[in-house]
């Protein structure tokens, strides 16, 4: 069964640092794409970042770029996501998904770890 | 970057009913469009890609339509379960956006 466990949400102050992790199982993970989508609160979705399986391909969204770092531990069957310079329009639960096979759209999808910026 | 349209904005249908929900593109994506189905407190799930594929154990009662620019979402009758918020998303370019959603409540 595939798993994807988001961590390290939390109350941050503007202008602070966070790092997401999320925990991948049930597949073979160092073969897929991963992905980070972000959900304001009573708002819609926002694709944030994409990463390739070997890392070597990395996309950004426009609001988060030169802030946000995404990276994969394949050995650790590991996703993350450095957040830094956090504003207060980043407050949003972070998901990770996973690209379906050599595809673009999401199949699998985490329960979402809470980011709070705020003062 | 694509800019998606979904409309309704919100749609209220009563079990059983049949539901059709849009989604339109600012510039072609091919048939590179995606549903997913959120309900309150849950992550998305993947209902359709390719603009008509099912995704693995979505029901035969929902199904997908459309290319280019126009692309629909289709429940055939609704169940209890249905009652949620539906997304689409273009996978055709990056960034890869989404709509705004369309949520489906009971009437």
């Known amino acids: 069964e595939v798993q994807l466990v988001e961590s390290g949400g939390g109350l941050v102050q503007p202008g602070g640092s966070l790092r997401l992790s999320c925990a991948a199982s049930?597949?073979?993970?160092?073969?897929?794409?991963m992905n980070w989508v972000r959900q304001a609160p009573g708002k819609g979705l926002e694709w944030v970042s994409y990463?390739?399986?070997?890392?070597?391909?990395?996309y950004y969204t426009d609001s988060v770029k030169g802030r946000f770092t995404i990276s994969r531990d394949n050995a650790k069957n590991s996703l993350y996501l450095q957040m830094n310079s956090l504003r207060d329009d980043d407050t949003a639960v972070y998901y990770c998904?996973?690209?379906?096979?050599?595809?673009?759209?999401?199949?699998?999808w985490g329960q979402g770890t809470l980011v709070t910026v705020s003062s | 970057e694509i800019v998606l349209t979904q409309s309704p904005g919100t749609l209220s249908l009563s079990p059983g009913e049949r539901a059709t929900l849009s989604c339109r593109a600012s510039?072609?994506?091919?048939?590179?469009l995606a549903w997913y189905q959120q309900k309150p407190g849950q992550a998305p799930r993947l209902l359709i890609y390719?603009?008509?594929s099912r995704a693995t154990g979505i029901p035969d009662r929902f199904s997908g339509s459309g290319s280019g620019t126009d692309f629909t979402l289709t429940i055939s009758r609704l169940g209890p379960e249905d009652f949620a918020v539906y997304y689409c998303?273009?996978?055709?370019?990056?960034?890869?956006?989404f709509g705004p959603g369309t949520k489906v409540d009971i009437k």
């Open positions: 998904a996973r690209s379906a096979f050599f595809q673009w759209y999401f199949d699998y």
């Open positions: 049930g597949f073979t993970f160092s073969t897929y794409s």
């Open positions: 990463i390739s399986s070997s890392s070597s391909t990395i």
């Open positions: 510039q072609s994506s091919s048939n590179s």
């Open positions: 390719g603009a008509s």
């Open positions: 998303q273009q996978y055709g370019s990056s960034p890869f956006t």
